[in-house]
């Protein structure tokens, strides 16, 4: 064995280590921005490239993804509808609006084009956008050629993003969080090396024998000898400062995923649902589907039969409709991806907020009526649940078994009652 190296290795392996862990924090440190940039650049891809042909193309992808990508590629390939790579070449923008707010009324009008087309698409109908104003339309033939320019190239790094939306939808962690949980990391590493500097420097001071304290007391002669052996095993020591390194890495990380609550959580669902056209454009009441609200602990999500109250006619056509016919054939629920969950230890009631206490949805849950993808908007920890029960009166209008409650309240205290003073901040009535 190489012992002359050993000789000198107390004051060597102070300086390796130091240089070791140096090395983990300024590659840690490197790697925030990175990092933090690596989660931006989803959203900055989809804006980047906007100005293209005079139309919003970012506004446009978003258009394109929720009106037209279930019939259109945005490359030559045929999907229920043509591809729509070189369209906007195709054809001059009049038609193309024309086209776009109402397909059958150019057919009809006997245009050559979109009758050879709509024959050739065994006379399938295109749906009308009417509400698509020019400028929308004008983006999203912008976002088509940009992104049919770059499908080529841009083939691996779709797959990519793919990846990450997958990995968004199970962890959920919002970019913010991620940012927050790198800052912790990085401040832990610094203690960390700051520890670990002074246990390196006391070992090596120990390996020298400088410590006259060693002949204080049996045990510590015994503890001395032992850090000694140990201190001069650098695999030991090694692996002993990696495990102590990544025991509190993987502590850091837990504690703040847990801290860090699912608020901005919005899952890709199995179809693309959209709350802001079934409850905002088309007003259909949350009851109508989310039954339980006002009768019980649960809102419900519906089940599949409920959409075909509306699309057994509605939209037959439509493959993400064709998904629930799919789920009502096979037996088999569809699997919507669970936004909102408290943990066991909570319990929660809808119908007691919702029907006794006169709250509206949107106190809790956002302007759901406005979400293209449903989203967790509250935190639903268990200050959020308090700061609401102490600041919130109770709704006692009409409802006499409040009465008592109320007169007995105004009695003792010149504010109104707060869910606060009816036993809205007891541990049972939230805790099993
Ligand atoms: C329900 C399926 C469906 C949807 C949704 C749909 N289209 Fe179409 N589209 C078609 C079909 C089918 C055709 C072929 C003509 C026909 O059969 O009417 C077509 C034809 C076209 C054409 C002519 C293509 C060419 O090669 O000249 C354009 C342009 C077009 N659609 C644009 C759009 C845009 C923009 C949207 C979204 C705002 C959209 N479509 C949404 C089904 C659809
Ligand atoms: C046409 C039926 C329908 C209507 C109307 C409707 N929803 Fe939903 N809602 C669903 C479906 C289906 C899901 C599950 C899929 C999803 O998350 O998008 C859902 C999910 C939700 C969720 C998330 C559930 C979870 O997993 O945590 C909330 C919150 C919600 N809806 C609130 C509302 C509110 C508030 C309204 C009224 C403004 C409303 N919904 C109207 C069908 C509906
Ligand atoms: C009260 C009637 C009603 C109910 C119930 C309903 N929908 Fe809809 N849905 C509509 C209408 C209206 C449209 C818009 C159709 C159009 O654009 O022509 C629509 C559109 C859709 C679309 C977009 C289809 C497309 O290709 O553009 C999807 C997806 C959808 N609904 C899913 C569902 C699901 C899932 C449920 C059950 C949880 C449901 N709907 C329940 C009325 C309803
Ligand atoms: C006081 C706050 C509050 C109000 C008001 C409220 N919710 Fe919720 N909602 C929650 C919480 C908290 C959860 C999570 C419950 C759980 O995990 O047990 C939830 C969950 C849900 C879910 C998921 C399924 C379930 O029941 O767990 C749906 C759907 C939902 N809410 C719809 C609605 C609708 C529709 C309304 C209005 C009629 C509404 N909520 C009003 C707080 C609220
Ligand atoms: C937006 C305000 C708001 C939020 C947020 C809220 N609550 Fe409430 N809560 C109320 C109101 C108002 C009442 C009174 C209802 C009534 O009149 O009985 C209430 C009553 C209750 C009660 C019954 C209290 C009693 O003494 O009868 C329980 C239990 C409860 N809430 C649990 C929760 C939990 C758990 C959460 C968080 C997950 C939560 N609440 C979040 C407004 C809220
Ligand atoms: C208004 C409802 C409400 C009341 C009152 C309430 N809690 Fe909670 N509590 C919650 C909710 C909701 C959670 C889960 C929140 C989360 O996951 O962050 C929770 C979580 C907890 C946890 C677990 C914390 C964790 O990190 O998982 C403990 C412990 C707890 N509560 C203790 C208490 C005690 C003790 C009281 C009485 C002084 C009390 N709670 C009163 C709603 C309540």
Redesign the pocket.
């Known amino acids: 064995m190489n012992i002359p190296f050993r000789k000198d290795a107390k004051f060597c392996s102070f300086f390796s280590y130091s240089k070791t862990f140096l090395a983990i924090f300024i590659a840690l440190l490197l790697s925030v921005p990175t990092l933090v940039s690596a989660q931006d650049s989803t959203a900055a891809a989809a804006g980047a490239a906007a100005p293209a042909g005079g139309g919003d193309a970012a506004k446009g992808e978003t258009l394109f993804k929720n009106?037209c990508a279930?019939c259109h590629a945005v490359t030559d390939e045929r999907v229920v509808g043509p591809g729509l790579k070189g369209a906007s070449g195709r054809h001059d923008f009049a038609w193309l609006s024309k086209w776009v707010r109402n397909s059958q009324a150019v057919i009809a009008s006997g245009d050559p084009y979109a009758v050879k087309i709509y024959n050739e698409y065994s006379k399938a109908q295109m749906?009308s956008f009417p509400n698509l104003s020019d400028d929308d339309i004008k983006g999203i033939f912008a976002y088509v050629d940009q992104a049919a320019t770059a499908a080529p190239a841009a083939a691996a790094p779709a797959g990519g993003a793919t990846a990450a939306a997958g990995g968004d939808a199970k962890g959920g962690a919002p970019s913010d969080l991620f940012v927050i949980v790198l800052v912790a990391l990085v401040v832990v590493m610094v203690l960390v090396l700051g520890v670990l500097l002074v246990i390196v420097s006391l070992l090596s001071k120990a390996v020298k024998g400088e410590t006259a304290e060693a002949s204080e007391s049996d045990f510590m002669t015994r503890f001395g000898n032992t850090l000694k052996k140990i201190s001069v095993d650098p695999a030991i020591r090694s692996a002993t400062l990696w495990i102590f390194v990544l025991l509190v890495l993987k502590a850091t990380l837990d504690g703040a995923y847990s801290v860090g609550v699912q608020q901005g959580y919005a899952p890709k669902q199995p179809?693309?649902?959209?709350h802001k056209?079934?409850a905002g454009e088309?007003k259909?009441d949350c009851n109508?589907?989310h039954t339980g609200v006002n009768r019980g602990k649960s809102a419900h999500i519906?089940s599949?039969n409920?959409?075909m109250?509306?699309?057994g006619v509605?939209?037959k056509e439509?493959?993400?409709?064709q998904k629930?016919y799919t789920s009502i054939e096979n037996n088999q629920p569809?699997e919507w991806v669970r936004v909102h969950n408290l943990p066991d230890l909570a319990y929660f009631n809808h119908a007691q907020h919702v029907n006794v206490g006169g709250v509206e949805c949107q106190n809790c849950h956002g302007e759901v009526e406005k979400m293209e993808v449903i989203q967790q908007r509250s935190s639903l920890t268990m200050g959020w649940c308090i700061d609401c029960h102490r600041k919130t009166e109770v709704n006692t209008k009409d409802n006499q078994y409040y009465d008592k409650l109320v007169q007995l309240h105004a009695s003792e205290s010149n504010e109104a009652l707060k869910v606060a003073d009816i036993g809205g901040l007891e541990c049972s009535k939230c805790h099993y």
């Open positions: 009106n279930q749906t179809i693309s649902f959209s056209l079934h088309y259909i109508y589907c519906p599949a409920i959409c109250n509306c699309h509605i939209k439509s493959p993400e409709i629930i569809i």
